[in-house]
C-alpha cells in the first residue's frame, strides 16, 4: 500500500440508524455535507462512495503538487477513511463507482472497482456529488502517452513522473483559465518551456478582456509563449516519445508534454439515468435545498446549476467555496433543517507566476449577455499600499455598479500585492447588497505598508459617486477613436511625449487655469491623464467654467489595456 493511501474497505457504521444517507462523491461538497450531517444528527447512517483512492482531497492544490511547491502528497489529503470512521463515525468506501439509481427502491448499485463485484446500496436520502470531469476533446491523439488532465492525486503522479523520468523541458498547456494557469506558475517553477493555447483571443475567460491583456502581457515578460485566439487540432505523437501540438491554424509546437486544461463538464451521467432534471448549462436542477425533483435526492457541487445572484441566470460554477456551502445546505435540509443556498456570485482568485488575479461577481460582458443596461463602469490604478511607503505597486482594478441606484454589480483586479484583500472586501459588499457609497465609507485597515488612508476600495466606491452625482462625466472609451471632442491629456510635457492619444493635445494641469479659454466652448472637451485622477481635476474646473468636459476613466494605463486587447484601434 502506498504510504499515503487512507484505509479503505473499512466495517459499515455501526450506530443505531433510523435512516440511511448515501453520498456519491467526496471532496468538497460529498465530504462536507457528510460531516455537517453527522454534528446534526448521531442517529442516523452515512455511507459515502467515491470511486476514487483518495476522499476529500485537496484538489485545489494539485497543481503545486506537480510544481513541488506542495512537496508531501499527504498534505493534499484532508481527512481519510479512517478519520471519518474514527471521528464522526461515518463509513467511506473507495474505488467504488456508483453505476445506477433506481428511485423507487430508493437503492443504488455499485462496483467495487478493486473485485468487480456489484453490490445494491438503500438509501433514504441519497446525495450525489460526482463533480466535473476535465473536457478531453475527440481529437487525434488526446490519448497519447504524455498528455494529461489534473483532476485526481493519481494524475498528480503520473505528471511528476513523466517530467522527472523523462527529463522534460517543453510543456504545452492547452486552456488558459483557472487550472490552465496554474499549471503553467508551476511548470514555470520547475524550469519548463511552457506555450499556452488558448482558442479565445484573450487569457482568464472570465475577466473582461481589458484587464485579463495585463496577465498576458505579465506572463509574456516571464517566458511564457501564448498562443491566442487558437484551439487544438490534434495531439501527434513523435519517435523518442516528443510530441507535436497541432493547432487550428496550422501552427506545429514540439514538446515533451501536454497539459488539457480546456475546462470541465459537469458529472451528470448517474443523475441522467436516474431520469433527473438537467438544466439549460448541463448541471443538475436543484431548488434553494440543493433537492432535485426527487425528494430523497439531492445534489451539489460542479454538477449543479446555481443562481447567479447578479444576472439572475443560472450558471455551472467549479469552485471549492460553493461546493462547501452547497454540502452544508444538503446536510441541514436532510436533518429537517431551514436551509437555502443564496446562489453564486463567483468570486475567485488565481496566482499567476507571482501576479494575483481576482474577481467577483458579474463582468461587463456577462451583464450585455444578461440583457443588463444600466450600468456603468470605472478603471483606476492605485497602489496597494501608501505611495510614500517604499514598494507600492499597482493594482488595475475595475469596477462595474447599477446606474442609478449605485448597486455594486463586480470587480476585477489585477496586480502583485493586496488583490485579493480588495475584492474580498467587494465581494462582501455585493453579498450585502452595498452600493458604491458603502464603499466609499467603508472603515478598512491603515498602516502605511498595508494600504492608504483612501483604500483602493474606497477611491473606486469614490469615483463612482461622482460619476452617479454628475459630478465627474465620463466618455466612453469605445468612441475615442472617431469622436468630435477635443482630446486633452492634462500631464506635463515629459510625460505627454512619452506617448499619448492619437489627436489629443497637451494642456497640463499645472497650467489649466491659466490656458483653460483656448479650448473651444463648442465642443465638448475629453480629458486624460496618466491613471484618470489629474483629468478628473480638471474636469471638475472645466465643469465650473461652463464647458462640456468628460474623463477617460483610467486614464492613459487604461488607454493602453483596451488597445492591447483589441477593444479600440488606434489612428
Known sequence: MHPAEPVSDLPRASAPSSRRVVIVGGVAGGASCAARLR???????????????YVSFANCGLPYYVGNVITDEVSLLVAS??????????????????????RDARSLRVRDLRSGQVREEHYDALVLAPGAAPIRPALAGVDAPGVFAVRSIPDTRLIRAWIDQRAVKRAVVVGGGFIGLEMVENLRHRGLEVTVLEKLGQLMPPLDAEMAVWVADHLREKGVTLCLGDGLAAIEAQSGGALVV??????????????????????????????????????????????????????????????DVLTGQETVLPLAGPANRQGRIAAQAIAGRPAAFRGVQATAVVGVVGMTVASTGASEKGLVRAGVKNFAKVYLHPG??????????????????????????????????????????????????????????????????????????????????????????????????????????????????????????????STMRERY????????????????????YATRFLAQKGYRARNLSGGYTTYGSLKRAGLIGSE
Not at 81 to 88: G, L, S, T
Request: aromatic letters at 6%; glycine letters at 10%; one cysteine or more.
Open 384 to 509: 496597494h499600499h501608501a505611495g510614500y511607503y517604499p514598494g507600492a505597486r499597482a493594482i488595475h482594478l475595475k469596477l462595474l455598479f447599477s446606474v442609478p441606484d449605485g448597486r455594486v454589480l463586480g470587480a476585477q483586479a489585477v496586480g502583485f500585492e493586496g488583490v485579493e484583500k480588495r475584492i474580498d472586501v467587494v465581494a462582501t459588499a455585493i453579498q450585502f447588497g452595498a452600493t458604491v457609497d458603502d464603499l466609499a465609507d467603508a472603515e478598512l485597515c491603515y498602516a502605511p505598508q498595508y494600504g492608504a488612508a483612501k483604500d483602493p476600495v474606497n477611491i473606486a466606491g469614490m469615483i463612482a459617486q461622482n460619476v452617479l452625482s454628475g459630478d465627474m462625466v465620463l466618455a466612453p472609451w469605445d468612441g475615442v477613436s472617431d469622436t468630435d471632442a477635443l482630446l486633452v491629456d492634462v500631464r506635463e510635457p515629459e510625460e505627454y511625449a512619452a506617448g499619448h492619444l492619437p489627436r489629443a493635445i497637451n494642456v497640463p494641469l
Open 246 to 307: 497541432v493547432a487550428e491554424s496550422g501552427a506545429r509546437i514540439e514538446t515533451d508534454l501536454v497539459i488539457l486544461a480546456i475546462g470541465v463538464r459537469p458529472e451528470t451521467t448517474l443523475a441522467r439515468q436516474a431520469g433527473l432534471t438537467i438544466g439549460p448549462r448541463g448541471g443538475i436542477v436543484v431548488d434553494p435545498r440543493m433537492c432535485t425533483g426527487d425528494p430523497n435526492i439531492y445534489a451539489v457541487g460542479d454538477a449543479v446549476e446555481v443562481h
Open 81 to 102: 477513511a479512517q478519520m471519518f470512521r474514527d471521528r464522526f463515525n461515518i463509513t467511506v468506501h473507495t474505488e467504488t463507482e456508483a453505476l445506477s439509481v433506481d
Open 517 to 536: 479659454a483656448e479650448l473651444p466652448r463648442e465642443r465638448e472637451v475629453w480629458l486624460c491623464c496618466g491613471v484618470g485622477q489629474r483629468a478628473y
Open 39 to 53: 454534528r446534526l444528527d448521531e442517529s442516523c447512517e452515512i455511507v459515502v462512495l467515491d470511486r476514487g483512492p
